[in-house]
């Protein structure tokens, strides 16, 4: 780091007085002239800790990522969701300011230090909901958030402009997580959890300043550590598993597509169906976190684009939540099941998986019953926020398709194969209507007519007998509308 001058030096003065042409300010507003002279890195020094926050947000997106399909508490998925994607996207911007540092090999696959690793082996392991969180949001976000703060103070903003320009913008980012994670820690965490893991969190914080600290800016301590829950190696889980307000979760009793694109039904009706699939995509990033969980040796940009979607699909998840609510409407009282994200997590591979994804996804752009017809719907309606959720769902369901032809065609050979492929992949996943009712999982109670009473209530319309009665399940018909073949 850049020494101090001698305060008594003639030059110290100028320094402190030199002002740009009219007073405007020197260096474009990044430093003072006082401070562009006593302030930076080195690039090696820069180079280094831009290594271990790589290190550190590809470790963490990570966490965040295998932890969405097991979790139960909704929100929380929801939230490593968008934290996943935060994480991911900055990974990549660091990774491209190292490539400009001069200094190849570049070292961006390599753990800049054991401890490190074992800290986020550690969080990754934590053995309840509380234990992750206390890890995630009081351990390794504040320190990301520690050693950005350092860096944008400690490099010269004039030299190292591109590093300072990520940092800030990564901070705001991870600013908000870290205020999240507060916020979740408060509401979820007691203190008889903390008192019970506390000497679990004292070896993290222990395997922090054993690194030196997150960035390596302290002297390291050296101590090395017996791993604690990573002692068995973390194994992903891939049963989703939901909150008490998911009830009923084998249940298939109502066909939201069959009414959705029944043309001879009235739109608005069709508002509770484009609510019930837009919460019901909670089994998306339930099932795409397995796909990332199981897919080894991709270019960052795969887990850029597919973590992007993985949240996109988050976002679907709560713009259903924000309908009905909106309605005055209970959600927890409709059955939305995880046979789909089930099915696919434990019977197929990572690849029939995003095969499967794929070919929805291209059945999604058909004009008749796709995306542009839900948005139709919404238009008529005629209530503005389900049409802006179509809108948006729709937006971000051509840049899922996209997604699909960039990574998943080039990988089976063409368009038509991944479609054949995805098909036969999920004709695998039996839905197993009867047996499941057998079996005694579910009745398939049809949860319909209520929430229809409720909707009807609400929007101030007589309800309709004929409709009212609606009764298809999905006994004999795919989500596609293709035929169940036993
Ligand atoms: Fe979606
Ligand atoms: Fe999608």
């Given at each position: ?7 008594q ?15 405007l ?20 020094e ?27 508490i ?33 070292g ?5 230090h054991?401890s490190?690793?074992l ?22 976000v ?24 990520v ?5 705001v ?19 008889k ?48 598993r939901?909150d ?36 019901r ?38 713009m ?11 959600w927890?009282?409709?059955p ?41 719907v ?109």
């Amino acid at each position: 780091m850049l020494q101090t001058e001698n305060p008594q030096h003639p030059a110290h003065t100028a320094v402190d007085s030199y002002s740009g042409y009219c007073g405007l300010p020197p260096l474009v507003g990044l430093h003072s002239m006082r401070e562009a002279t006593k302030t930076g890195l080195t690039v090696a020094e820069s180079l280094a800790r831009l290594k271990r926050l790589h290190w550190s947000l590809r470790r963490l997106h990570r966490v965040f990522v295998l932890r969405i399909t097991s979790m139960p508490i909704y929100e929380l998925k929801m939230a490593f969701s968008l934290h996943a994607h935060y994480c991911i996207e900055h990974v990549g911007e660091i990774a491209a300011r190292v490539r400009e540092m001069r200094q190849p090999p570049y070292g961006l696959e390599v753990s800049p230090h054991a401890s490190l690793d074992l800290f986020f082996d550690e969080i990754l392991a934590a053995p309840s909901a509380e234990a992750l969180l206390l890890g995630l949001y009081e351990y390794a976000v504040p320190a990301i958030v520690r050693a950005l703060e350092h860096l944008i103070a400690d490099t010269n903003r004039l030299f190292d402009h591109p590093t300072y320009r990520v940092c800030r913008l990564t901070l705001v980012e991870m600013q908000d997580v870290q205020q999240y994670g507060v916020e979740a820690v408060r509401c979820l965490v007691a203190e008889k959890n903390r008192a019970e893991l506390k000497e679990w969190l004292t070896l993290l914080e222990g395997m922090l300043a054993s690194a030196g600290d997150l960035d390596g800016t302290e002297k390291p301590a050296g101590e090395t550590f017996a791993r604690y829950y990573s002692k068995q190696p973390y194994k992903y889980d891939p049963v989703p598993r939901r909150d008490a307000r998911f009830q009923d979760p084998y249940n298939m009793g109502v066909n939201a597509e069959a009414m959705l694109f029944n043309p001879d039904i009235q739109p608005l009706p069709k508002t509770i169906m484009l609510y019930f699939k837009r919460l019901r995509e909670i089994d998306v990033p339930e099932m795409i976190a397995s796909i990332l969980a199981e897919t080894d040796q991709k270019p960052w940009r795969y887990y850029r684009d597919m973590t992007r979607q993985l949240w996109d699909e988050a976002r679907h998840a709560m713009m259903g939540e924000i309908g009905f609510v909106s309605m005055g409407i209970d959600w927890s009282s409709i059955p939305f099941n995880f046979t789909w994200s089930l099915g696919l997590n434990t019977i197929l591979t990572a690849k029939e998986r995003h095969a499967v994804l794929y070919l929805i996804e291209q059945g999604l752009m058909a004009k008749k019953a796709g995306k542009e017809y839900e948005w139709e719907v919404g238009v008529a309606t005629a209530d503005p926020l389900t049409a802006i959720i179509q809108d948006y769902d729709w937006a971000d369901e051509v840049l899922h398709a996209k997604i699909g032809r960039d990574w998943l065609v080039p990988e089976i050979g063409s368009q038509s194969e991944a479609m054949a492929f995805g098909d036969e992949a999920w004709s695998k996943v039996l839905v197993d209507w009867k047996k499941w009712k057998e079996d005694g999982l579910t009745e398939h109670r049809s949860w319909w007519p209520d929430i229809y009473l409720a909707a009807c209530r609400h929007w101030g319309v007589e309800p309709d007998p004929q409709l009212l009665a609606y009764d298809t399940t999905y006994e004999n018909m795919r989500a596609d509308l293709k035929e169940v073949a036993f």
